[in-house]
């Protein structure tokens, strides 16, 4: 079965991380739809980026394929 998995671009000038700090691509594991637009938003408003697996075995194919 096809795995569903969202990346969010990094966020449009939204806001740039506190303290000139660079921005972060995180991995959120969530299997709930409503927590991982939560996450993925408010990673957003720090100025981070999000990617998001549903499950563990999807966040250890992505983490396979790039880095976090």
Same mark, same amino acid.
């Given at each position: 079965?096809? $795995?569903?998995?969202? *990346?969010?671009?990094f966020?449009? %000038?939204?806001g740039?991380?506190?303290?000139g %700090?660079r921005? +972060? *691509? /995180? @991995? &959120? /594991? !969530?299997?709930?739809?409503v927590? $991982? =637009? /939560?996450? &993925? *938003? #408010? +990673? !957003? =408003? @720090?100025? #981070?980026a999000?990617? &998001?697996?549903e #499950?563990?075995? *999807?966040a +250890? !194919?992505?983490?396979a @394929? $790039? %880095?976090?």
């Open positions: 079965p096809a $795995q569903n998995s969202t *990346r969010a671009p966020p449009g %000038r939204a740039a991380p506190a303290g %700090r921005a +972060l *691509r /995180v @991995l &959120v /594991v !969530e299997d709930n739809a927590n $991982q =637009k /939560v996450a &993925v *938003r #408010h +990673l !957003e =408003k @720090l100025g #981070h999000a990617d &998001v697996a #499950h563990g075995a *999807r +250890l !194919e992505m983490l @394929l $790039q %880095r976090y």
